[in-house]
């Protein structure tokens, strides 16, 4: 499926901008993390390159090494050249306007230049700090969206029924992230993230990326990956068993799948995400595991792996229709182990549906 958005898509996208734009009380927007370009424009190397957004225009400002590129991507008109002179042609734009900047990724050596170029001479533009104005956007997936990231989901299934037989004791855990790695990219797809493979002790490891560890016998192994599939991202964790693991770390990968599924189940439209977070922190404390949740209960994904709405504590935040979210509870002890068991959820006007359909083990 192509990246490319159609064009109504398009002119939503503009036009529900420009009204949020409006609340914010600017008159244009300086464009920087590359998720919110490619959103608006279409182009893939947002990293190396600005979009200068104005009511009924936009110029996307890119260098020399992806002017076939933007031409091919972009639907806005694309400007070649790199800074400062990328600042001195937006100069005469935004003469005079009130121009946002996105403050949760602009740097202070990227703002200083905006004030030097921009705020001069006789008609100096007003710099306005914003945040999150295009990733509120972001929020609601499209049909479209939402086919790129159940693609990528996909293909992390299938990755995961393909390597699964092989999470055995005896391999070490890079081997096992290169060959989940490689069954994505063989179906057309890359690693969403550097993908965690914790096994043993090393599962008190939120974030406990594929290491040298040979895997042992009677373990539990946490596997934390997805796939990306033309800039939407997947994300999915299971933890395995090799063995018997001990009735200790049943009792937790048991705890964590009872709160995983409480949490899954409560999911709808009009939810709050901090009481989907409570539901699964109770179940948890339930069983006396409570303090060793180190982390929100999910979050959501798309162009970004982590982006809004997040599922946390102090989240004001209330599920819609359109989202794509995670649902991810964890238990770390130091020393002993680790579970956490994710799934990918999109919000449905009903309900939820599962993106992510790898099985579960019962232990």
């Not at 192994?221 to 990306?228: E, L, M, R, S, Y």
Request: hydrophobic fraction near 40%; charge should be negative.
């Amino acid at each position: 499926m192509s990246t490319e958005q159609t064009a109504p898509a398009r002119d939503t996208r503009q036009a529900t901008l420009w009204a949020a734009m409006q609340r914010s009380g600017i008159d244009a927007l300086w464009v920087s993390r590359p998720e919110n370009i490619r959103y608006l424009s279409g182009f893939a190397s947002g990293e190396d390159a600005k979009l200068l957004a104005l009511p009924d225009a936009a110029t996307l400002y890119t260098d020399a090494r992806y002017t076939v590129q933007a031409g091919e991507q972009s639907r806005f008109p694309a400007h070649i050249a790199r800074p400062p002179a990328t600042l001195e042609h937006a100069a005469s734009t935004v003469a005079g306007l009130r121009v946002g900047f996105e403050a949760d990724h602009l740097t202070v050596s990227e703002l200083e230049n905006l004030r030097q170029h921009w705020q001069t001479g006789e008609r100096p533009a007003t710099l306005v700090s914003t945040q999150g104005l295009v990733e509120g956007l972001r929020l609601i997936k499209t049909d479209d969206e939402v086919a790129e990231i159940r693609a990528a989901q996909d293909i992390a299934d299938l990755a995961f029924a393909a390597v699964r037989p092989s999470i055995v004791a005896g391999v070490r855990e890079d081997w096992v992230a290169a060959q989940l790695e490689a069954f994505m990219r063989d179906h057309g797809a890359t690693s969403a993230f550097d993908i965690t493979v914790a096994s043993g002790p090393r599962g008190a490891m939120p974030h406990g990326t594929a290491s040298a560890r040979v895997i042992g016998n009677d373990e539990l192994v946490t596997v934390d990956f997805g796939a990306k599939v033309n800039g939407y991202h997947s994300d999915m964790t299971r933890t395995v068993a090799t063995g018997n693991p001990n009735e200790e770390l049943r009792r937790l990968y048991r705890a964590v799948l009872e709160a995983e599924e409480t949490a899954v189940k409560a999911i709808r439209p009009g939810a709050k995400c901090s009481d989907l977070d409570r539901l699964a922190r109770d179940v948890l404390t339930r069983h006396g595991l409570g303090e060793y949740f180190a982390h929100s209960l999910g979050h959501g994904v798309g162009l970004a792996v982590h982006e809004g709405p997040g599922l946390r504590a102090a989240s004001s935040e209330v599920l819609e229709a359109g989202m794509v979210v995670t649902a991810e509870p964890g238990v770390y002890l130091p020393g002993v182990g680790g579970v956490r068991i994710e799934d990918l959820v999109l919000v449905t006007e009903d309900g939820y549906e599962l993106l992510s359909r790898s099985g579960k083990e019962q232990l």
